[in-house]
């Protein structure tokens, strides 16, 4: 019927009748599209480099199925770039477009730098899809061997660009995927600007998610596949975002260093926990604390975790009584050894943990009558237990700064004898608690402050 396109199979047997004949070729549709399957493949179309079941999409980029469809009946065709659909056979994994998407850029930016253009990209997100979905892609055959490589930007710009519509559905699905996976405010300024000032600012991970956005939007668009300079400067951002992650999670994973020199300033709380044979009636304390140590590395090959905390300090607490007067202050010297776990994780907020025992002597000064006297001097063991978060760490100047919080355990116990100053007092001070034939001095509670590491 007159006014009706010809088949596809049948414009190509005209067109090139050199090298297909009506028999060896049905018409089909692939990747969206009309085009003339072979059915049978010849020792001349073998030689081109086609394959049987190949689907005959477009000759030097002219769709079979459009209306102004052009075919060279002069030409033996062997000189023809062809656009091909074709099926491959195997096992495929099954990947969620987004994962897909990613794993491709992957690939992509390990490429050389003269095979790194847009449309090779594209072809990679597109081909991949479909291969996943459909087990099968588009790619160029012909005689010429450069135009046979999809390397040859030129030849897919000027064959198959754009792409067949299911390849270019295909890579919609997979970009929109990769877009969607991260919630990030739109970028007024545009992605690939985003991403260049927070890798400027040192953040990698929204650097990389920014950037990766801008290469496939950038593919998305069949007019920006060629001669478009944000390309370029999109993969550049891309590899220095991966890069400054990786170095960053190296230094964040990187063993502690064997020894180093901990500086600690504290302040704290000593409860009255009722009921207690306390020395005196007191409410809460306050204090003061300072220490100086040193932290040693356990070995790698033992725990590269664990390290051992050896610490001298003073904690200088007043108690006062319930009026809050000053009734007693105390002068508290500890040598300690803990056990501290800093475990390995990605994070400048690394956490850590500590636990241990030591030895504290202590002064304690009575107010009585306006002057400070001894009320006992004495040397117990404890016990300390805590943590901390790291918040700053500076690894060119060798210098951690963590949040740290220990509980200690530790009580004092004494005969009345011991302790005559108190005694002498008794009339001053009617909070005095003479209970039993033991004073028990409760030195239990908390200090919290900053630690300062210096690695050797």
């Known amino acids: 019927m007159a006014g009706v396109p ?5 414009r190509l047997a005209t067109a090139y009748p050199d090298l297909f004949t009506p028999s060896t070729l049905v018409d089909t549709a692939a990747a969206g599209e009309m085009g003339a399957r072979i059915v049978v493949v010849s020792p001349v179309l073998g030689a081109i480099g086609f394959h049987a079941d190949d689907v005959v999409l477009a000759a030097d980029g002219h769709r079979l199925a459009s209306d102004d469809w052009r075919g060279d009946a002069a030409s033996s065709g062997t000189a023809t770039t062809w656009t091909v659909w074709r099926n491959v056979a195997g096992q495929r994994p099954v990947l969620a477009p987004a994962i897909l998407g990613r794993r491709t850029l992957e690939e992509f930016v390990v490429l050389p730098k003269p095979e790194r253009t847009a449309m090779r990209l594209a072809v990679m997100l597109a081909n991949h899809a479909t291969l996943v979905n459909d087990g099968a892609g588009v790619l160029l055959v012909s005689a010429a061997a450069v135009a046979a490589s999809s390397a040859d930007d030129a030849a897919w710009l000027r064959c198959a660009n754009p792409l067949p519509g299911g390849s270019e559905a295909a890579l919609v699905e997979v970009a929109q995927a990769v877009e969607n996976r991260v919630l990030l405010q739109h970028a007024s300024q545009g992605e690939l600007v985003a991403a260049q000032e927070r ?23 069949p007019a920006r596949r060629s001669g478009d300079a944000d390309f370029d400067t999109a993969v550049t951002t891309y590899i220095d975002a991966q890069n400054g992650a990786q170095r960053l999670r190296a230094e964040l994973l990187a063993p502690e260093p064997r020894l180093s020199l901990v500086l600690e300033g504290q302040t704290g709380r000593i409860q009255a926990f009722l009921p207690q044979e306390t020395l005196l009636q007191v409410a809460n304390s306050r204090n003061w604390a300072g220490a100086i140590g040193v932290r040693v590395g356990a070995p790698a090959s033992f725990a590269a975790e664990l390290s051992l905390l050896v610490e001298y300090g003073q904690i200088r607490t007043t108690f006062e009584d319930p009026d809050g007067n000053a009734v007693l202050r105390t002068t508290l010297h500890k040598l300690t050894g803990e056990v501290l776990y800093r475990p390995r994780v990605a994070s400048r907020l690394k956490p850590n943990l500590r636990l241990g025992a030591g ?3 202590i002064s304690a000064r009575i107010v009585c009558a ?9 040397t117990n063991p404890g016990f300390v237990a805590g943590g901390g978060i790291d918040v700053l760490r500076i690894p060119s100047h060798r210098l951690r700064v963590t949040v740290t919080g220990t509980y200690r355990m530790l009580k004092y116990k004494f005969l009345p004898e011991n302790a005559p100053a108190i005694e002498g007092c008794r009339n001053t001070l009617p909070i005095l608690v003479l209970s039993g034939p033991l004073y028990t001095f ?12 210096i690695d050797l």
């Open 370 to 378: 306006g002057e400070e006297r001894i009320a006992f001097e004495r």
């Open 359 to 361: 030895i504290f002597p």
């Open 199 to 221: 890798l400027a600012h040192g953040d990698f991970t929204e650097a990389e998610e920014r950037s990766r956005r801008a290469l496939l939007q950038i593919v998305r668009d």
């Open 6 to 10: 010809a088949a596809p199979a049948a």
């Open 442 to 453: 409760d030195m239990d509670g908390w200090n919290a402050g900053l630690a300062i590491e």
